[in-house]
Nanobody
Framework: QVQLVESGGGLVQAGGSLRLSCVVSGPIYILSDMGWYRQAPEKERELVAMMGRGGSTNYDASVKGRFTISRDNAQNTVFLQMNDLKPDDTGVYFC???????????????WGQGTQVSVSS
């Protein structure tokens, strides 16, 4: 079974930095888009950053210039470097991955369990 495990969340003061990591394991025939979403209290889950296998990226406007997504395809890992954090960045951050587990199964989107990021003012 495909599993995603995140790490790196925590509590930080405004202006600080955190680096999130997410490792994908299990049956992986093709690993396509990998990304990060966040969900603030009482709000919908929203896309933060996405990266294709070839390196194309997409960022939410609120994090452009502060956050950087990267990935290590050999290790099936995606990272999110978060700099100049703001209180509005607080939320649960979820990793996602589009995976084709075997040659004869379709792509599916898988999710991690989430990691809490809290930014104090």
């Amino acid at each position: 079974q495909v599993q995603l495990v995140e790490s790196g969340g925590g509590l930080v003061q405004a202006g600080g930095s955190l680096r999130l990591s997410c490792v994908v394991s299990g049956p992986i025939y093709i690993l396509s888009d990998m990304g990060w979403y966040r969900q603030a209290p009482e709000k919908e889950r929203e896309l933060v950053a996405m990266m294709g296998r070839g390196g194309s990226t997409n960022y939410d406007a609120s994090v452009k210039g502060r956050f950087t997504i990267s990935r290590d395809n050999a290790q099936n890992t995606v990272f999110l470097q978060m700099n100049d954090l703001k209180p509005d960045d607080t939320g649960v951050y979820f990793c996602s991955a589009e995976v084709k587990p075997t040659w004869n199964t379709p792509f599916e989107k898988y999710w991690g369990q989430g990691t809490q990021v809290s930014v104090s003012s």
